[in-house]
């Protein structure tokens, strides 16, 4: 597609449940990102993947947050047992390449509310 | 841990006045980009700066990269209602042959009518 598009637009959980995010890149870029962004704006990365692998998982959580591109299919980001501080908009981001500029395209985000 | 601040966090200013946000670092960035986010929507770019000390314009816009790339300014001439928004710079950084955008924590621009 022509632009990134994330889905679910909004997701609410309990405490201790499983989240699943999903984005779909734009058509032809190689290179997926996920961002949280929490309270007063704060972007965090979490991981990049350039086609189905893990190019840089350095801001991850590892205990709780998965993340996978698979051919044929939307990137996701898992959450198993959300806790609170998980509540935050998480957006995707596709560039074509990682060279020179790498310009990153951002989808609408997908927020997560953990009750 | 490469770091940008962004200043200030928030600005409220009539319609007609101008305004400068900054973005400063003690680390070089390959580039710079300048993003404008809305309520409920992703960042969306506004400009890319990769040489030191180039300047953009986008309309009444005005980047600027520092010579050192390291810090960057967005001017705004003559700002309008529209120009209400969430304004974000953010630096790529290159670390062990990984590139990763690194965010300012935003400025929050309201111009009143």
């Known amino acids: 597609g022509e632009e990134v598009a994330q889905t679910p637009k909004h997701l609410v959980r309990g405490e201790g449940q499983k989240a699943k995010l999903y984005c779909a890149p734009i058509?032809?870029?190689?290179?997926v990102f996920w961002y949280q962004q929490v309270l007063k704006n704060e972007f965090k990365f979490l991981i990049s993947f350039q086609n189905e692998n893990v190019f840089d998982e350095t801001g991850m959580p590892k205990e709780r947050f998965s993340a996978k591109c698979l051919p044929n299919s939307p990137c996701s980001l898992e959450i198993q047992a959300t806790k609170l501080e998980d509540s935050a908009v998480y957006f995707c981001a596709s560039s074509q390449d990682r060279r020179g500029k790498n310009i990153q395209y951002f989808g609408a985000g997908t927020r997560l509310s953990v009750l | 841990t490469q770091l940008l601040e962004q200043s200030p966090q928030f600005l409220s200013i009539q319609e007609g006045e101008n305004l400068t946000v900054y973005c400063n670092s003690s680390?070089?960035?390959?580039?710079l980009q300048w993003y404008r986010q809305e309520p409920g929507e992703g960042p969306v770019l506004l400009v890319t700066v990769v040489t030191g000390g180039e300047v953009k314009k986008l309309k009444r816009l005005t980047f600027q990269f520092g010579d050192a790339r390291k810090d960057s300014s967005l001017h705004i001439t003559a700002a309008q209602p529209g120009d209400t928004g969430l304004y974000l710079c953010?630096?790529?950084?290159?670390?062990?042959?990984?590139?990763?955008?690194?965010f300012g924590k935003g400025t929050k621009l309201t111009v009143n009518p």
């Open positions: 953010a630096g790529l950084a290159t670390q062990g042959g990984s590139e990763k955008l690194v």
């Open positions: 680390s070089v960035f390959s580039s």
């Open positions: 058509k032809g870029h190689s290179y």
